[in-house]
């Protein structure tokens, strides 16, 4: 096996590593806004996350870690779209910010 081969081979690696982990850690952020959401009778709309941010960081005991910031939208009255944000490093929640809202005229009840 030549050395370009065994570099390709590597580089593959890393890159499905790398998309492997991603996928894992926004799990992890899907489920932390999923449980926010509930916890204030809000919906979290589309089901999904958008990453708005990518950069490397260290973590509170020194590690460098990447830090991700991801954006979403919810809704507390089923008619208004509101943003909100989750920032990751490495596995750990570190903010998750909701934008003001209005609460809902009879709890558990969507429009």
């Given at each position: ?64 870690v990447l ?45």
């Amino acid at each position: 096996m030549s050395l370009e081969a065994i570099f390709i081979l590597t580089l593959l690696a890393a890159v499905a590593s790398f998309w492997w982990q991603s996928d894992k850690i926004k799990r992890l952020a899907i489920d932390f806004v999923q449980h926010r959401c509930a916890a204030e009778q809000l919906q979290l709309l589309d089901q999904t996350l958008v990453l708005r941010g990518l950069a490397p960081v260290r973590n509170e005991v020194g590690n460098l870690v990447l830090k991700r910031h991801y954006q979403f939208e919810f809704t507390s009255t089923g008619e208004a779209r509101h943003q909100g944000f989750i920032t990751m490093h490495g596995l750990r929640a570190v903010n998750l910010h909701l934008d003001p809202y209005l609460l809902p005229d009879e709890p558990g009840e969507f429009h």
